[in-house]
């Protein structure tokens, strides 16, 4: 683990989980988000507008970004509501945002057929926005939404057939269940999806999407490219499966269990001399076991073995093999455009010895081993922008000491380690509507006011309130602070 000045860290960053809104929905809100509003007239929940302490003129200009709701373009690749799109874009054009962030599904738009890519959606969308001078960071989602029923996205149509007579080409537990939302690493290089291997299958697409906006990102609308590399678009493994029955905080479950990463390892075994090694480890939990209960990830525990070591450097280089292979691919389909990766926050069991969730998740980081700078050599070795996505706190601080969680160090490992290997470095959140404190730490966390090299995000992307509630004042004059601090424009936000 990095060591670094305790007195430099910047303010933790939780998590909190909110579900994106279809835009279909938007003037309505659960019970339970009424009942908060009623809460929060009642002046029971006004900690709001707690007072951003400190100057943010002059500091650096940081662009704003707003994540589109799911939801607008539908199984058809065609755009169910461009007055309500136009309705969107006009209230965040009045908060000043620099632009907005667009998924683009690969279970959209190569739904049915393979090689037949259907953008016609996504085209009149991008159409509207620049109407509104706004920029575009668009993300292609090579992964499902997770959710069910018509505002869920599945991978594309075609992939799930090939799956009924070949359910190895998803990720798979120690009992066999498979993770659907993407495609295992373990076909990256097989020739399994209609003669094309995983990764072909991605640089098509990605191809595709340059030649159909080629114009729109030399005009300058499109600003940014990010490309979805695991499960929820993060580079991970999918180890933590709510559909699996995991809940925080579980350490999760190794996925390496279809039967092309079972070929790797044996042969990483059989490269080493030891065949035996030739198998995920026997002691490791379940979804929901905590490290003290497992013979793999206790204190002492095989995590540190000779197998143990073996194992999580062969784990763990999948990934970031798997991260080579496509950015490689990446570079030529969008020759100069800017590319984003998107790191996850799994930060309960930080303040263990093994970091049990982070290795299951891919990430070789125990307390003895810095698992983050191989990943960040390889993504510094294509020139990407590393989006990490800093969690607000879903969680109660009893809860996260409970699960040995440490957010705040997680946090600050990450972006010092991406920053010392020359990384630009952007995060991804979930704005507040009444916290005025979390807003100020996570401006403190973009821009380190103590960092001797001055460093701070290259832009801050955060994922939208439920509109019922952004049309409250509070919430509005609050966010429209936040982004005239972001922008280097006010000094605080007043209290309310």
């Not at 690749?77 to 309500?84: A, E, K, N």
């Not at 595709?208 to 729109?216: K, M, P, V």
């Not at 002691?283 to 002492?300: I, K, L, V």
């Amino acid at each position: 683990m990095l060591q670094t000045d305790d007195s430099l860290s910047p303010s933790s960053l939780d998590s909190v989980v909110v579900a994106e809104q279809s835009i279909k929905n938007e003037t309505y809100g659960t019970s339970d988000s009424v009942s908060s509003l009623n809460c929060l007239e009642n002046g029971q929940l006004i900690k709001a507008s707690a007072a951003l302490a400190g100057d943010y003129t002059r500091t650096p200009y940081i662009p704003v970004y707003a994540s589109l709701p799911m939801g607008i373009i539908n199984s058809h690749c065609q755009l169910i509501d461009p007055d309500g799109i136009r309705a969107e874009l006009m209230h965040l054009k009045s908060l000043n945002v620099d632009g907005v962030v667009v998924d683009c599904w690969w279970g959209i738009v190569e739904a049915w057929t393979p090689h037949k890519y259907d953008w016609s959606g996504y085209r009149d969308l991008f159409g509207i926005i620049k109407e509104f001078k706004l920029k575009v960071q668009v993300v292609l989602s090579f992964h499902g939404s997770g959710e069910t029923g018509s505002s869920g996205v599945s991978l594309p149509k075609w992939i799930m057939e090939i799956a009924q007579d070949n359910q190895d080409i998803f990720f798979t537990d120690r009992e066999g269940r498979r993770s659907t939302e993407c495609l295992s690493w373990g076909i990256d290089k097989e020739r399994v999806l209609h003669g094309r291997t995983g990764i072909e299958a991605y640089f098509d697409f990605m191809r595709s999407f340059h030649i159909e906006f080629r114009n729109l990102t030399e005009e300058g609308l499109i600003s940014a490219i990010e490309i979805g590399l695991g499960v929820s678009g993060e580079l991970r493994y999918p180890s933590c499966p709510e559909r699996m029955g995991w809940r925080y905080p579980g350490i999760g479950e190794f996925q390496c269990y279809d039967r092309y990463l079972q070929k790797n390892l044996r042969q990483a075994a059989l490269s080493r001399g030891h065949l035996f090694w030739a198998r995920g480890p026997d002691n490791a939990g379940y979804y929901n076991s905590r490290p003290h209960e497992t013979g793999f990830f206790c204190d002492g525990g095989d995590y540190d073995s000779y197998y143990g070591r073996f194992f999580l450097n062969w784990y763990s280089g999948i990934l970031i093999d798997h991260v080579d292979q496509v950015l490689s691919l990446a570079t030529l389909a969008f020759d100069g455009v800017e590319t984003v990766v998107k790191i996850p926050s799994i930060h309960w069991w930080y303040r263990t010895a093994s970091h049990a969730a982070e290795l299951t998740a891919g990430f070789y980081n125990p307390t003895n081993r810095d698992g983050y700078s191989p990943v960040f050599r390889m993504l510094k070795k294509h020139s990407v922008i590393l989006k990490f996505v800093c969690y607000q706190p879903e969680f109660s601080v009893q809860e996260n000491n409970e699960a040995f969680g440490d957010p705040e160090g997680l946090t600050w490992q990450v972006m010092n380690a991406a920053w010392d290997h020359g990384l630009s470095v952007s995060i991804e959140s979930v704005l507040p509507c009444i916290d005025g404190e979390m807003y100020s730490q996570i401006l403190d966390t973009a821009k380190p006011r103590n960092d001797p090299d001055r460093h701070h995000v290259s832009f801050f992307a955060y994922r939208q309130l439920p509109p019922f509630l952004l049309q409250r004042d509070v919430c509005f004059s609050e966010l429209d602070n936040f982004v005239k601090c972001m922008h280097g424009e006010a000094t605080q936000i007043m209290e309310g």
